[in-house]
């Protein structure tokens, strides 16, 4: 049981926009960064996210993230069959005094 | 081009020990610190730790405090990840990956493609 907490699902259509929100408590988002994760069926995960809302290189502008208290969200605008992955929100907990991973989600495009 | 290149699949009877390896490329190798992290069937990413490979300065996550060992060897500039005392639950897919800095803002950037342990 992960001590940020992810919806484990999440759907929507063809250029929809869908948001995946991403809990967590004064010791992890509330006081540190976010970064979000994409793992698509058989890959390594691969960064979409950092500094709760910056973009590498290369991952398009319909990726966007956010923070605010101790909850995260990742926005993905003009849904494509190809964002259909799982994703994961991280931080550092300074109580546990290590990285937490939420659970993560699995988005279905319909 | 950057690379962290894992070694081969593994299994392993419970109460063993597995060793993986992560050879990294395409950059300098002390620049950068090695999480590893799991990521059982069924289950969400797992952090186990860290490691600075420059002098081989280590953090490990409480839950597996008691038997991981992590190590760097500089002239290979390979990572090696160790979990010992295995059961069934450390059945996972294991990936190393780099940051930039101890847990730094700008996330994980570059990921091995995975170490698939079997106990």
């Known amino acids: 049981q992960s001590v940020v907490t992810q919806p484990p699902s999440a759907s929507g259509t063809p250029g929809q926009r869908v948001t995946i929100s991403c809990s967590g408590s004064t010791s992890n988002i509330g006081s540190n960064d976010v970064c979000w994760y994409q793992q698509l069926p058989g890959t390594a995960p691969k960064l979409l996210i950092f500094?709760?809302?910056q973009r590498p290189s290369g991952v398009p502008d319909r990726f966007s993230g956010s923070r605010s208290g101790t909850s995260a969200s990742l926005a993905i605008s003009g849904l494509r069959s190809e964002d259909e992955a799982d994703y994961f929100c991280?931080?550092?907990?300074?109580?546990?005094?290590?990285?937490?991973f939420g659970g993560g989600t699995k988005l279905t495009v319909l | 081009q950057v690379q962290l290149v894992q070694s081969g699949a593994e299994m392993r009877k419970p109460g063993a020990s597995v060793k993986v390896s992560c050879k990294t490329s395409?950059?300098?190798?002390?620049?950068?610190?090695i999480h590893w992290v799991r990521k059982a069937p069924g289950q969400g990413l797992e952090w186990m730790g860290i490691?600075?490979?420059?002098?081989?300065?280590?953090t490990y996550s409480q839950k597996f405090q008691d038997r991981i060992v992590m190590t760097s060897d500089s002239s290979t500039s390979t990572v090696y990840l160790e979990l010992s005392s295995l059961t069934s639950e450390d059945t996972a897919v294991y990936h190393c990956?780099?940051?930039?800095?101890?847990?730094?803002?700008?996330?994980?950037?570059?990921w091995g493609q995975g170490t698939t342990v079997t106990v």
């Open positions: 990956t780099r940051d930039v800095g101890f847990w730094s803002a700008n996330g994980m950037d570059v």
């Open positions: 991280a931080a550092w907990d300074d109580s546990l005094r290590g990285g937490v």
């Open positions: 395409g950059y300098s190798f002390g620049a950068f610190y």
């Open positions: 490691i600075n490979p420059n002098i081989g300065d280590t």
């Open positions: 500094k709760n809302s």
